[in-house]
């Protein structure tokens, strides 16, 4: 398949802590990137997204930083919450032809303790 | 419209046994994605549609498998003599452009005993 994965990294963080979840992409032509998040039994809800064209982006208590040069891309979140403990996953927009499609990068689990 | 529905959201089915999904996206959205997750991995892309027209399918998507969106509208995608390899959950997601976000749906959750 072309999700590349089968050990799911664990970050544990303590509530009110940063965490920072890395992700690393493959191909040097995606132009686009998104950070999801993915509750148990829900589908992948999006954070925050970032093109090529920039190297960081900030949302609410959330930051991704993209590095070109290395194919890596990080989330920060501020100040981790509770309600943050979930999986998350990057996705890279890849072209091909005449389709476009995401592919997803391994997992990390945010484990946030009280 | 209040985002990507998908139905049904659990199904059980004997192996062997044929099943079929369906996704209907935002309704703005011209492109239409299916991915199957299985536990512990992330989304794998099984194949897009643009409107009604389907313009990649994954090598994942055996001959068993066919999905269609006939009015570039809703989407369906059926499994023919399940395995119960098949088990897992198959999300459906749409966008607006290519460089957009894709908006998922709850998924569908398969198991095949």
């Known amino acids: 398949g072309e999700s590349v994965g089968l050990h799911l990294p664990t970050l544990s963080v303590q509530e009110g802590d940063n965490s920072i979840i890395n992700c690393a992409y493959s191909n040097s032509a995606s132009d686009y990137f998104i950070w999801y998040k993915q509750e148990s039994g829900k589908g992948p809800q999006f954070i925050i997204d970032?093109?090529?064209?920039?190297d960081k982006r900030q949302g609410q208590r959330v930051t991704v930083l993209l590095n070109k040069t290395v194919k890596h891309l990080s989330l920060q979140i501020a100040a981790t919450q509770p309600g943050d403990s979930a999986v998350y996953f990057c996705a890279e927009n890849r072209y091909g032809g005449a389709t476009n499609k995401l592919i997803f990068g391994t997992g990390t689990l945010l484990a946030v303790q009280p | 419209d209040t985002g990507v529905s998908q139905d049904p959201r659990h199904k059980i089915t004997k192996r062997g046994q044929n099943v079929t999904f369906r996704c209907d996206p935002i309704s703005e959205h011209n492109r239409l994605y299916w991915y199957r997750q299985t536990l512990g991995q992330g989304p794998e892309f099984l194949t897009y549609?643009?409107?009604?027209?389907?313009?990649?399918k994954s090598r994942l998507l055996s001959d068993r498998f066919s999905a269609e969106r006939p009015k570039g509208s809703f989407s369906t995608l059926e499994i023919q003599r399940t395995e119960q390899g098949d088990s897992a959950m198959y999300l459906c997601?749409?966008?607006?452009?290519?460089?957009?976000?894709?908006?998922f749906g709850q998924g569908t959750r398969l198991t095949v005993v």
């Open positions: 549609f643009q409107n009604e027209a389907q313009l990649e």
């Open positions: 997601a749409s966008r607006p452009h290519v460089s957009a976000e894709a908006f």
């Open positions: 970032i093109r090529s064209n920039m």
